[in-house]
């Protein structure tokens, strides 16, 4: 694991203006991580940086232990010195030369005779046979992310960069490629840094994400930590968590058990052991799978974790389930979201304006510092 | 192979169109095929016409006014001795100023022999040079203008005055003996203040005979030599104004330093018994020297 | 009809082509991607043959490349001939006053290439040199042929400056449009009149290429 950390992208950047950046992540051999945030996040700016297309005020790359770029020794390296495999956002083909003759621009490091070879091999790869004396003006757009990517492989490059690869094709032909993008994981064996502002494709696809706001990284980690335990409310915010409260920490965690945090009237058992003293005020937020609803019109069975009752507030369909958003004892203004399947909501008759009663469950429900 | 769909125009149009598309296409594949060949080509017709082949004919510089005597001489000298001489025709002036420039021509025939003088004291020419003609001028008047040309400009005054004198050419007294010719003589009659803002400028004797007979001036004042072909003065009328209203047109030729043999050769038949006739023919006057 | 002028415009065209075009590419591309401030000013320098009257360019040229001149002294001195009242005047007068025709269609043609293809061939590997010659270029190839073409008619045509640089010498710089000229003044009007028409015929062919190049060009899809 050190081995490949070595092996791998180990990036520090620091600028203030144009584009404000502080930005610091690492990604060993063939990990993939994913890029992850808001539009004008610095993301792109980052991967240019990456490449040798833009340059830092302040900081350094380093690519299996080579210096690609460091402002403190003045060392720079100019794209075609740092062999990267650049996907752009619009593919950036040559529009003027084939398919094969786009990849063969790009091996210049492979003797003339397997060059073809080698290209036919790529393009195969990724399921382009047959198409290779095709231009670009005559493949679709799914047909040219392909060939955009086997001419990034086709550099034989130590860092693979990706940059909105997906953005520019429709629902379907996206499924497609990331399944085919998965598929060609275990053939890359190099660092890849995929940048994206679709969470969904960046937790399926990436091994690790990365999370920017403003040019900052907030949080590295795999998706599931992210989503289980963001570092602040921010985080939470940027991966799409919906359910974010303000509350106050009544029993500080014990050896053996969580604490307990005061938030709307009712304090609420939580598993997790946060540091954080009584009387400390924080945020909180529980994924929605984590909140369950209780079965309407039959009696209470007993004690249910964290009870909370409210109003239906909007019910929103979103193909096979139900996104409920619940106001709590009637607020509109606080409201808890979770998702219930058809099924459910037919048998309790869930409709907009009815009471329920929901449970979060105590491990559900992750501490940070209070929002400022 | 992109090109854009067709229309339901004309079947005619239409079959220019493909035709075009198609030879396009075929010189588009030659090209890209025939690449290097198709360089060679070019390259070869750059330098088949190549500048300095061994016998070139020399650059004779001649006053405008020789445009058709001189040509005719030349002909002559061509079918005497096969030699060849490429003649420019332009103003005095003008010839001179490019000569001191290093203007290549081995032979400078003016029609004023100031300018030869001013030449041979810059030390570019051989000698002094030979005094070939004199030259005279005349007034010219296109048939439709309605003046009657005369030596002492009577009709051409009332012209002015009535106003059916709107254009009148001369040749650019600045830099063409004939033109300073014309404006002495219009100065001796009084006329030159009067005609001064009617005035055409020829940029040499030629095109101010083209300005004089062209219809949109009412005349001017032109060589004698130029007046005498009948190309020039059909359609116009014109009188020979008298030597004594402009100082002599005293017609000076010149061979340069460095005038090859056929330079010479022409020079020396411009003095022969056969060209001076032609000369005559032309209205000039001859003088001894 | 004797063929020299014609062939002497020919000449000089092809010659004007041969080295201003690559030396406009050069030009045309540095222009199209620099962002040195400055930049405005070398536009207008290239473009000022455009505005200047035509004396005005002559005059200064025969000021710069005359016999009494440091340029023409030297060249004089290397070559054993001189620049004004030769072909190698005119050829040096032609490049000038071509600059505008020859780098502003180019330069709008690298322009066009877009900024990520570019980036995406410097990470394929390519240097800046095979960028230009393997990718640039040929995506600049319509506004090439514009330049060539225009280059190309326009010398063919133009009258003030090489009357000034190279003066009216027959077989030597008497090109086809002053031959037009002294023709007219020879009351030869029927040989001026065919070789207006020659004129005018490759002009006009010419501006057709570079129409249908033009068209041909835009739809040169991605």
């Not at chain 2, 490019?98 to 290549?104: D, R, V």
């Not at chain 2, 400009?153 to 001369?170: P, Q």
Request: proline residues 6%; positive net charge; glycine residues 8%.
């Amino acid at each position: 694991m050190a081995d490949n950390r070595i092996n791998g992208l180990e990036v520090r950047l620091q600028q203030h203006s144009p584009i404000p950046l502080a930005a610091e992540f690492h990604c060993a051999r063939g990990e993939m991580l994913a890029i992850v945030g808001p539009s004008g996040s610095g993301k792109t700016t980052i991967l240019r940086m990456l490449a040798g297309l833009a340059r830092p005020t302040d900081g350094s790359i380093h690519s299996a232990g080579e210096p690609w770029l460091d402002t403190r020794t003045g060392v720079f390296c100019k794209p075609r010195q740092r062999r990267v495999g650049y996907v752009f956002q619009d593919y950036a083909l040559f529009p003027h030369m084939s398919a094969l003759g786009n990849l063969t621009l790009a091996m210049g490091h492979v003797p003339q005779g397997q060059r073809r070879q080698r290209a036919l091999e790529l393009l195969d790869m990724v399921n382009l046979s047959g198409l290779e004396s095709l231009h670009p003006g005559q493949l679709s757009g799914g047909q040219r992310q392909r060939v955009a990517v086997a001419r990034a492989l086709a550099r034989d490059p130590s860092v693979l960069l990706l940059d909105e690869p997906f953005a520019a094709v429709d629902q379907v032909t996206r499924r497609k490629l990331h399944l085919e993008l998965a598929a060609l994981r275990d053939r890359l064996l190099m660092p890849t840094l995929l940048v994206t502002h679709d969470l969904e494709e960046a937790a399926a696809l990436a091994d690790r994400i990365c999370v920017i706001h403003h040019g900052e990284t907030l949080q590295t980690s795999t998706p599931e930590v992210l989503f289980r335990h963001p570092h602040s409310a921010l985080v939470a915010r940027l991966m799409g968590m919906r359910n974010i409260f303000q509350a106050q920490v009544v029993e500080p965690a014990d050896a053996g058990r969580g604490c307990r945090i005061h938030w709307q009237g009712r304090d609420l058992e939580v598993a997790e052991r946060a540091g954080f003293a009584p009387g400390d005020p924080v945020s909180w937020t529980i994924p929605a799978s984590k909140v369950l609803m209780h079965r309407r019109g039959r009696p209470s069975r007993g004690e249910h974790e964290n009870p909370v009752s409210g109003i239906a507030g909007e019910l929103t369909h979103l193909g096979d389930e139900i996104l409920v958003n619940l106001w709590v004892d009637g607020d509109p203004k606080t409201w808890l979201s979770f998702f219930i399947s058809h099924h459910v909501a037919e048998r309790n008759d869930v409709r907009a304006g009815v009471e329920l009663a929901v449970s979060l469950l105590a491990d559900g429900i992750h501490l940070m510092a209070p929002e400022a | 192979m992109l090109m854009s769909s067709a229309h339901q125009a004309n079947p005619a149009s239409e079959k220019v169109k493909s035709f075009v598309c198609r030879l396009w296409r075929r010189c588009s594949r030659v090209c890209k095929y025939a690449g290097r060949p198709c360089l060679a080509l070019v390259l070869a017709a750059l330098f088949s016409i190549s500048p300095a082949s061994a016998a070139v004919p020399p650059a004779v510089a001649a006053a405008a006014d020789l445009q058709f005597a001189l040509t005719e001489i030349a002909a002559r000298f061509e079918a005497k001795t096969g030699q060849v001489v490429r003649l420019s025709f332009g103003s005095s002036g003008n010839f001179q100023r490019q000569i001191l420039q290093g203007a290549p021509f081995e032979l400078f025939l003016s029609a004023d022999e100031a300018y030869v003088e001013t030449l041979a004291k810059a030390g570019v020419t051989r000698d002094g040079g030979r005094l070939y003609a004199l030259g005279r001028i005349v007034l010219m008047v296109p048939k439709v203008a309605g003046i009657s040309p005369d030596v002492n400009f009577k009709d051409l005054r009332r012209a002015i005055e009535d106003g059916r004198l709107r254009r009148f050419a001369i040749a650019n007294p600045e830099h063409a003996p004939y033109g300073r010719a014309a404006r002495e003589a219009l100065q001796q009659a009084g006329l030159w203040t009067l005609i001064k803002p009617y005035l055409v400028l020829g940029e040499n004797a030629a095109q101010a005979a083209r300005f004089a007979v062209s219809g949109s001036t009412q005349g001017g004042i032109i060589p004698y030599s130029l007046a005498l072909v009948p190309v020039v003065s059909k359609g116009s009328r014109y009188v020979l104004l008298p030597a004594s209203m402009h100082r002599p047109l005293r017609q000076r030729m010149v061979l340069m330093r460095h005038a090859g043999p056929v330079a010479q050769a022409f020079y020396a038949y411009i003095q022969t018994a056969q060209a001076r006739k032609i000369l005559v023919r032309f209205g000039f006057q001859l003088h001894g020297d | 009809m004797d063929w020299t002028p014609l062939e002497l415009s020919l000449r000089l065209a092809l010659w004007t082509c041969a080295l201003l075009i690559p030396l406009a590419a050069i030009c045309a591309r540095w222009l199209a991607w620099s962002r040195w401030r400055g930049k405005v000013l070398l536009e207008a320098l290239v473009a000022l043959p455009l505005v200047l009257p035509p004396t005005v360019l002559g005059y200064y040229l025969l000021l710069s490349l005359g016999g009494d001149s440091l340029l023409g002294g030297w060249y004089q001195s290397l070559v054993g001939r001189q620049l004004v009242f030769n072909f190698d005047g005119l050829l040096v007068a032609a490049i000038i006053f071509n600059l505008p025709f020859a780098v502003q269609p180019l330069q709008r043609a690298f322009e066009g290439v877009p900024q990520d293809v570019r980036e995406a061939a410097w990470c394929a590997g390519l240097s800046a040199w095979r960028t230009f010659w393997k990718v640039e270029l040929p995506l600049a190839w319509p506004g090439l042929v514009t330049a060539l073409t225009l280059s190309f008619v326009h010398t063919l045509g133009e009258f003030g400056v090489v009357l000034m640089v190279g003066g009216s010498i027959p077989a030597k710089t008497q090109t086809l449009s002053i031959a037009i000229y002294d023709r007219v003044q020879a009351f030869d009007d029927a040989g001026a009149g065919r070789m207006s028409a020659i004129l005018l015929g490759i002009a006009f062919s010419a501006v057709v290429l570079v129409y249908l190049l033009s068209r041909r060009g835009t739809a040169l899809g991605r």
